[in-house]
C-alpha cells in the first residue's frame, strides 16, 4: 500500500510544480510563497478546531487526531523551518529556471536521502535498487552536460544552486520525516505544520515589504490555490505511506521524483521550452530508475 501511495503522491507532486511554476511567472515569490502557506492552512484547519476544541466532527474518520504534547508541537516547528527553507530556495530556482531542467534536479533529493538512510536508519538496498539509484545519478550527469545548450553553467549559476539547496534541504526533511513519523500522526503532522509555515512565512514578508522598496509587484494567478490544494494532497498521501512500518524512506523519496513526468510534460507542451531531445534522454534515465526501484521493493 505504501507504494501506491508514493506513486500517487508523485503524479499529485507534478502537477504542483506545473502549478507552481505558473504562479511564480513575473510574480512576488514571497507574496506567493506566503498566499500558499495560508490556503494550505485553511484546507486543515477544520481538523484543528475539532480536535483542539475535542468538538468530534472527524470521529472515526482519517481526520480524527488527537491533541499533543508541547514536544510535538515543537518537533513540528522544526519541520516548519526546514521545509520552508527549501520551498524559499525552491520557488525562486523555478521561477527563473526552465521547468525540464528543474524538474530533473530535484531527482538528486533521493540520492541524498538514500546516503543519509544508510547511515541512521541502517537500510539497505537489493542490487535491483542500486542500479535505479545508478541511473537517476547518471541522468543528473547528462543533464548538467544538456543544460550547457541553453547557457546554462551548473557550477555558476545561482538559480541552479538555489535548486541544490532546496534538494538539499528537501532531504534532509525527508529524513527528519522518517524519525518523526515513527510517533506522530500523518495528519497531526501535515495541518500543524501548514500552521507554523504560516505564522513564519507572514512574519518574513512583513519585514520585506517594511524593509524593501523594489521588490517585485505580486498579481493574483489562480495557479495560487491550486499549488496549496495539489501540495496537501502529495503530502498526505507521503505521510500515510512513512506511517506505514515498512516503508523505507529511501524508496519513497525516489519515487516521488518520478513527478518530473507530469512536469516534464507540461514543460513542453504549455510553456514551450527548448532543448526537449537531450532532456528527454534524461528522463528515460529517470523513469528506469523508477522502474528498478519499484521491481527491487516488491
Known sequence: MWLILAFTSAALLGLYD?????????????????????????????????????????????????PQPLRSHLL????SAIVLSSWIFGY???????????GPI????????????????????NTLQWIGVIL??????????SSKKEGIDFAHNRWILCVAAAALLGATSGLYDRYIMQELEPLFV????????????????????????????FHWSWAIPLISLFLSAADLAYFVALSDGEAMISVVSMIRRGSVVVSFACGAMLFKEKNLRSKAIDLVFILAGMLFLWLGSR
Not at 95 to 100: A, C, E, Y
Not at 136 to 145: D, G, H, N, T, V
Open 18 to 66: 506545473v502549478a507552481k511554476k505558473q504562479a511564480v511567472k513575473g510574480n512576488a515569490v514571497p507574496t506567493v510563497l506566503l498566499l500558499n502557506t495560508l490556503f494550505s492552512s485553511l484546507l486543515f484547519l477544520p481538523v484543528i478546531i475539532s480536535s483542539e476544541g475535542n468538538l468530534g466532527w472527524f470521529d472515526g474518520t482519517i481526520f480524527d487526531i488527537e
Open 76 to 79: 513540528i516547528i522544526l519541520k
Open 92 to 102: 525562486f530556482g523555478i521561477k527563473h529556471l526552465p521547468l525540464t531542467l528543474v
Open 106 to 125: 530535484n531527482a538528486t533529493r533521493p540520492v541524498l536521502v538514500l546516503v543519509g538512510a544508510m547511515l541512521i536508519f541502517g537500510e539497505r538496498l
Open 136 to 145: 537517476a545519478l547518471m541522468s543528473i550527469f547528462l543533464l548538467s552536460r
Open 190 to 217: 501535515q495541518s500543524w505544520y501548514n500552521i507554523y509555515q504560516l505564522t513564519m512565512m507572514a512574519i518574513a514578508v512583513t519585514l520585506i515589504y517594511l524593509l524593501q522598496h523594489n521588490r517585485t509587484p
